[in-house]
């Protein structure tokens, strides 16, 4: 028996709500689809600056409000009818970060060529500069609409 073998095919996307994350989860899933993999959706967030610390409530509520941002934007990418196994997860850290700690295991990284935090003209964001040098397998970089 080969032990090297994972238990579950995963692919992973960092979605962050912009059209070329949406671009590239549709692309995740249609591959899951090919390969027998499933998808994993995760939408990183940061509490914002302030002074002292934030209540636990402000923590929570931002917190539901990025699972639903996640959510909703599965649900503008791939519709109701999901072909493959989608584990959406909204986590607090640094996109760039828990991207490349998601990508150990895992068959594949897509993300966008750049999200909300990208200028115009940008070849490639910042976070998939650094999902592309760091990531501990394949990473693929889906354009979203030239719209």
Same mark, same amino acid.
């Given at each position: ?21 949406? *671009? $590239?989860?549709?692309? @995740? #899933? /249609?591959?899951? %689809? ?6 994993? =959706? &995760? !939408? ?27 959510? *909703? $934007?599965?649900?503008? @990418? #791939? /519709?109701?009818? %999901? ?6 997860? =909204? &986590? !607090? ?28 003209? $940008?070849?490639?964001?910042? #976070? /998939? ?10 990473? &693929? ?7």
């Amino acid at each position: 028996m080969d032990r090297n073998i994972p238990a579950t095919r995963r692919i992973v996307a960092g979605v962050d709500g912009s059209p070329s994350s949406r *671009q $590239a989860l549709r692309w @995740a #899933v /249609g591959q899951a %689809r090919l390969t027998g993999a499933e998808v994993e =959706a &995760v !939408l990183c967030w940061l509490l914002p600056p302030m002074y002292g610390r934030a209540p636990t409530s402000v923590n929570r509520e931002l917190g539901h409000a990025a699972e639903k941002v996640l959510a *909703q $934007a599965v649900a503008e @990418a #791939v /519709g109701d009818d %999901r072909p493959v196994e989608i584990r959406e997860s =909204a &986590v !607090l850290g640094n996109a760039a970060e828990i991207l490349v700690e998601r990508s150990r295991g895992a068959e594949l990284l897509v993300v966008g060529s750049r999200g909300h935090g990208g200028f115009a003209g $940008a070849l490639l964001g910042s #976070v /998939g500069q650094h999902c592309v040098q760091h990531a501990s397998c394949p990473v &693929v970089v889906v354009r979203g609409d030239p719209r």
